[in-house]
């Protein structure tokens, strides 16, 4: 059984990471909220086991957990609704004692996560025939969309008396990229170029800069 110094270590630990993800959120940092929030998933049993033992708090707050299923859907981090999922199974008591029903928050983070990759599409197309679905997922879709403004991912339109979306950058779209290692130039998808690769010149595996949007 660990000792009230490692449980207190362990919670020191986890608030410090909750106050650096909930930093990043307020800036609109939302990968970096959701990394740093993945990474206190160790130290939340500790963290809960002081609370409860030495603090008297029947539900300690779980706020970087409330950060991966809000954002996670909205941005496709499958990979950290993933992470949680398995958190969750292996720490059963996690739910029992936050007082919130964890895997109903992750079951509608995963149903948002599919109404996010429909929005897309939707706005990838050019059509709004998301927003004219059912009300619940007009809602999500509405959200969705809000959120996504503020990240400068996508941008509103007028087309004739109708207001559409449309994404600021086409990452299929062919552009020029600069190798960073010996300049040569070559055109590729944009998606490309948000990935180190090998350059067929200087044999260099690195980035390169887009030289036009």
Known sequence: ???????????NLYRSLCQQALQAEQIFRYHE???ISLLSLSHISGMMQFERRFLKIDNPSLQTLRIVFQYAPI??????????????????????HSGLELGKHLESAYEILDIAASTWDAIHKGTNEVLLASTTKKVIASTLITVWSRMNLIVQESVGQANRYKLRTNCEEYTAGKCMNCGVTIMAAKWQFYESFR????????????LAQ
């Open 33 to 35: 909220s959701i990394n």
């Open 1 to 11: 059984m660990a000792t009230k110094a490692e449980l207190a270590n362990e919670r």
């Open 75 to 96: 941005l496709f981090r499958m990979d950290a609704l993933t992470a949680v999922e398995i958190f969750l199974d292996n720490n059963r008591k996690t739910e029992k």
């Open 199 to 210: 350059c067929h010149k200087c044999s260099s595996t690195t980035y390169y800069a887009i």
